[in-house]
């Protein structure tokens, strides 16, 4: 009984790692079409594809930059004056 309940957890594990690693929904609403227009290479996975879009922080849509926590151009100019 206990191999079966150690076995079960470890396959929920398994299962949802991915999804955690994938980021929430709304991240991949707001990002999705950027991730394909400059990160095609890396699609499907998650982490190279979000380095990608933060090193694209400038040309990536504003929306996308908002839920990935990037401040866009605009507010970044302004800061350094």
């Known amino acids: 009984m206990h ?3 150690r076995l079960s957890a470890l396959l ?3 299962v949802a790692a991915p ?3 994938a980021g929430t929904a709304t ?3 707001a990002c999705e079409d950027d991730a394909y227009r400059f990160c095609q290479a890396q699609v499907p996975d998650a982490i190279a594809i979000e380095k990608c879009l933060r090193a694209n922080a ?4 504003g929306a996308c930059r908002a ?6 151009p605009a507010s970044e ?3 350094r004056k």
């Not at 400038?58 to 849509?61: L, M, T």
């Not at 839920?67 to 866009?72: D, F, T, V």
């Open 3 to 5: 191999i079966f309940i």
């Open 12 to 14: 929920a594990f398994i």
């Open 19 to 21: 999804a955690f690693a």
């Open 27 to 29: 991240q991949r609403e």
């Open 58 to 61: 400038a040309s990536v849509s």
């Open 67 to 72: 839920e990935l926590g990037i401040a866009s």
């Open 77 to 79: 100019k302004k800061r």
